[in-house]
């Protein structure tokens, strides 16, 4: 089946820095969507990618779609303690038995240090 | 608006009970999608319904479990009989349609089957 590598699976960071992860993949996708989950809360989506090379912001949050259609990444500019959760790439399939599933990352866990 | 909306939140039920959770899609949203989400197997797509028909059911783990749409804004899970590897979280999404459309998730119902 489909497989997305999400990375880091974690990240402690002080709060103001810079945050980056990436979803890879090696089926090619024609939707990528950023998920943020809080505890005990269902993944609220973040910003919603649909097609190669597209770039996207959504407040102190940059996503893009990546050329290949096989990866896509996630900015997040000057973390707030807020930003903490655990963030899902998931990729939308271009086709064949997959069509319509998400499929989802492995998720990356953000700590963001005040 | 109001988003996907879950009932109950909790539930906590005895092994060999039957246990129904409940889902209101997004108004105008013509898929929804069950998931199950667990620690060790992150977010599995169950099953899947555009315009009231089931989809997909592959991810439906064995015959105790089953799902209906009647109408375009409600959907049931049921699991009879309920047993404690069944205990996870379980969240209802909807979409626009099947393809490539941004999935929106509700809070989830959190599941503890003794």
């Known amino acids: 089946g489909q497989q997305l590598n999400q990375s880091p699976q974690s990240m402690f960071i002080q709060e103001g820095e810079d945050v980056s992860m990436n979803c890879t993949s090696s089926?090619?996708?024609?939707?990528w969507l950023w998920y943020k989950q809080d505890p005990g809360e269902g993944p609220v989506l973040l910003i919603a990618?649909?097609?190669?090379?597209e770039l996207t912001s959504n407040g102190r949050l940059t996503a893009q779609f990546g050329i290949t259609r096989k990866d896509s990444f996630l900015n997040i500019s000057a973390s707030i303690p807020s930003d903490v959760g655990i963030y899902f790439c998931?990729?939308?399939?271009?086709?064949?038995?997959?069509?319509?599933?998400?499929?989802f990352g492995q998720g990356t866990i953000l700590t963001v240090h005040p | 608006d109001a988003g996907v909306i879950q009932s109950p939140r909790h539930e906590v039920t005895e092994m060999g009970q039957e246990v129904t959770l409940r889902c209101k899609p997004i108004?105008?949203?013509?898929?929804l999608f069950w998931y199950r989400q667990t620690m060790m197997r992150g977010l599995e797509l169950l099953i899947y319904?555009?315009?009231?028909?089931?989809?997909?059911d592959s991810g439906m783990p064995e015959d105790r479990f089953s799902a209906k749409m009647p109408n375009a804004s409600f959907s049931t899970l049921k699991i009879q009989p309920s047993e404690p590897r069944d205990s996870a979280v379980y969240f209802c999404?909807?979409?626009?349609?099947?393809?490539?459309?941004?999935?929106?998730f509700g809070p989830g119902t959190r599941l503890l089957v003794l």
């Open positions: 108004s105008g949203h013509n898929s």
């Open positions: 998931a990729g939308l399939a271009a086709g064949g038995t997959s069509y319509g599933k998400l499929t």
């Open positions: 990618l649909y097609k190669a090379g």
């Open positions: 999404a909807s979409s626009h349609n099947t393809g490539f459309r941004a999935q929106y």
């Open positions: 319904f555009n315009n009231n028909v089931p989809i997909d």
């Open positions: 089926s090619i996708f024609n939707t």
